[in-house]
């Protein structure tokens, strides 16, 4: 569980989360398209640094 905390993917999903539903729930009045784009950016990331890492580990 500590090495979850530490995951940099882990916060990055985490702080993308909070984004939307602050979006949300505190009405900032982001546009869609740029949470869409953030979120979009953020899954690429997600998924590319878990294959570099699944391919560190082999």
């Known amino acids: 569980m500590k090495n979850k905390l530490k995951s940099r993917k882990f916060w990055m999903a985490v702080v993308t989360a909070g984004l939307v539903i602050a979006n949300e729930g505190l009405e900032l009045n982001l546009p869609s ?3 869409l784009s953030i979120s979009g950016l953020v899954i690429a990331y997600i998924l ?7 391919k560190k580990s082999e």
Request: glycine fraction near 10%; hydrophobic fraction near 30%.
């Open 33 to 35: 398209e740029s949470i």
């Open 48 to 54: 590319g640094q878990s294959h570099v890492d699944a």
